[in-house]
Each structure stands twice: as structure tokens, then as C-alpha cells.
């Protein structure tokens, strides 16, 4: 089950299979899936927080009990729907914040690296164990962990498979910070970012994301374009006017 909650501008998405520490099974991947795709359309949704019901875990994993049966087609298919999701996360022209309460393993820690921003409980476990299964990530664990972390974190944590804590989490990059408790936190930072102007986070968030795929100059290059076009926005002239009268500026999204 997926419950899509409102604190004004933020919506935050709850994964709750609490008898199942939100493991994801075929149902409530298409379900997050789908309420990740409303929420991108949605312009009432100026942030958005992703975390798991109750406190054991944000998602423990994927369901292995239906990966056992899969055949490589099947499993091609099943990846593709993790990846959707990730990319939704991802993409979508809004901050997305994972707010990582437990156990976020496999799909669990792939869904939190697709996001823009994770913060971890002190009692967070995170990791990528499919290796232990004799598999590899296939929800972007291989791709995300190394472009946050770096490559050589990322190959000794896919090639080990083990867990690490929310304070190894945080040394290596992989988490902003630790806070308890993570959703009051996380709440607070989408908060203040919904309060920004949206037309400028969604250009700043597909900027950001273009970095590690496209020539250092190229980047510059299109990064000086946006910024200029970004003066005929609404939003823009508010910002610079509102600075200029010494008061708190009021965007609108245009």
C-alpha cells in the first residue's frame, strides 16, 4: 500500500508492508510507480518526501520469493518497473527527499540514491546485497552508488554485499546527514525548499543532473543559456525585486 499524504506544498509518499519491513512486491511497485508519476504532474506538489511506515524499516528489499520464480525475461521486466520508479525519483521537475527510517536494502537503498537528497535515521542500515543471491543491483544500485560515492566505494559495497550504519552512510557520501527523527527532518528541509521558486528548482535539479553526462564545457555552456532564459520567468523578476525591497518573495511557478 502507498499513502500519499499532504503537509501544505510537500507530499510525502509512505511505503507501508510493515509485515513485510515495505518490501516491494509486484502490487505496491506499480502502485509507487503510478503515485510518482501523478505527483511529477502535479503543480500543487512542490517537493516531495519518500519514506517507509513505521520504524523498522524504509524498504527492506525487493520481494525475493517472486524473483526466485522469474525467468530473464520476466526479470528484464521487473527491473524495468524498479527502474521507472528510480527514474520518476529522479527526474521528476521537483526536489525529492528520501527519509530512510530502517532498513534500506537492495530496491530500498535504490530507490533512496534516486532521489536528490537521503537522510538516515541513527538506526538506518543501508546496502546493496544482491550479490548474496548470486545477482546484481538491477534498479540502478550499479550506475547511482558510484556516481554519489565514487567508484571505488561502490564496487566494494555491490561486490560484498554487506550493510553498513547511518555514520559509515554519512562519511562516505552516501546520506546528508542523520537526523532523528528523519521524517520531522526531512519535512522541515522539503518545507523550505517548496517555498522556493519551482520554475528555478526544476531547471537547477535537470542542470545538476546533466553533469556526469554530458563534456565539462558543454555543461557550462548550457548552464549560462538556462540562466539567462530563467530572467524572462515570473518567478525571476519576483526574486530579484523582492531582494531589492527587503521582503519575502512570493512565487508562483511561472
Known amino acids: 500500500m502507498i499513502r500519499v499524504d499532504r503537509q501544505g506544498s510537500v507530499a510525502v509518499v509512505t511505503i507501508d508492508r510493515q509485515d513485510a519491513l515495505n518490501a516491494l512486491d509486484v502490487a505496491t511497485l506499480t502502485e509507487l510507480r503510478d503515485r510518482l508519476s501523478e505527483l511529477a504532474e502535479d503543480g500543487d506538489a512542490r517537493a516531495v518526501v519518500l519514506t517507509g511506515a513505521g520504524e523498522k524499516a524504509f524498504v527492506a528489499g525487493a520481494d525475493i520469493k517472486y524473483m526466485s520464480g522469474l525467468d530473464p525475461e520476466q526479470a528484464k521486466g521487473w527491473g524495468a518497473l524498479g527502474h521507472e520508479a528510480g527514474r520518476l525519483l529522479e527526474t521528476m521537475p521537483k526536489p525529492t527527499i528520501a527519509a530512510i527510517n530502517g532498513f534500506a536494502l537492495g530496491g530500498g537503498c535504490e530507490l533512496a540514491l534516486a532521489c536528490d537528497i537521503r537522510y538516515a535515521s541513527s538506526r538506518a542500515k543501508l546496502g546493496q546485497p544482491e550479490i548474496n543471491l548470486g545477482i546484481v543491483p538491477g534498479w540502478g544500485g550499479t550506475q547511482r552508488l558510484a556516481r554519489i560515492c565514487g567508484l571505488g566505494i561502490a564496487k566494494e559495497l555491490v561486490f560484498s554485499g554487506r550493510t553498513i550504519d547511518a555514520d559509515e552512510a554519512l562519511r562516505i557520501g552516501l546520506v546528508n546527514a542523520v537526523a532523528d527523527p528523519v521524517l520531522d527532518h526531512a519535512l522541515e528541509a522539503a518545507t523550505a525548499l517548496a517555498a522556493k521558486s519551482p520554475v528555478a528548482l526544476s ?46 518573495p512570493n512565487f508562483v511557478g511561472r
Request: proline share 0%; net charge negative; with cysteine.
Open 203 to 248: 531547471l537547477a535539479k535537470r542542470l545538476c543532473n546533466l553533469t556526469l553526462g554530458i563534456d565539462h564545457t558543454g555543461g557550462l555552456e548550457l548552464e549560462a543559456n538556462e540562466f539567462g532564459e530563467l530572467f524572462a520567468s515570473e518567478d525571476a523578476k519576483e526574486g530579484l525585486t523582492a531582494f531589492v525591497e527587503k521582503r519575502a
